[in-house]
């Protein structure tokens, strides 16, 4: 049993499948609701569980998306997920946000509204690279042809872009099934948000300490 979490967005969503040669079989999803993650992370995984009547001790790996997107999501997530796996003493995957969009629309490029008029963007055509872009930086990185979007803002900005549905965590352990079948997994101590770049209270408690 693979349990996938992502709570990057402004809609979280978990997942439970399972892992079947090289396919990965879906078994239950649930969402949940934006600014409500610390509450009701744990009580939706519970959920979720029962409702598929499994249990805690069935999870064989968790998938999580580490970012970017929400940074208290991302910490509220990674916090939920470092207090699983060691508790159940079960491996971990981390994934970008950006390269589940990549891979679900098909494409080699990605971007996801940032804020503040930028964009995170990530580029697989070869070496992967992620960054954060102002409009024409963006533009100038990748053909709108070849860029995947979820997000309607950012849509109307590209609109030869192709547009899939936000990714879920279930895209996410489609992207992560190559490294779950080679037993791939990730070093739990290091395990850390991909935040692109720091948080406004950071960058202004920064500023006010200059």
Known sequence: MLLGIDTCGPVGTLALAELHGEDIRLSGEAEIAGKTYAAMLMPRIRELLQANHASFQQIEAIVVVSGPGSFTG???GLSTVKGLIEALNIPVIAVSRLAVLAKKAGRKCAA???????????NYSEEAHEVVLSLDELRAACPESGLAVCEEKVAQMFPRAHVVAPPRAFDALTLAQPGLSRRDYDDPVL????YLRRADAEVKLATLKA
């Open 112 to 122: 996801l509204d940032a804020g503040r008029g930028e964009f995170y963007f990530g």
């Open 191 to 194: 395990l850390d948000g991909h």
């Open 74 to 76: 991302i910490r509220v």
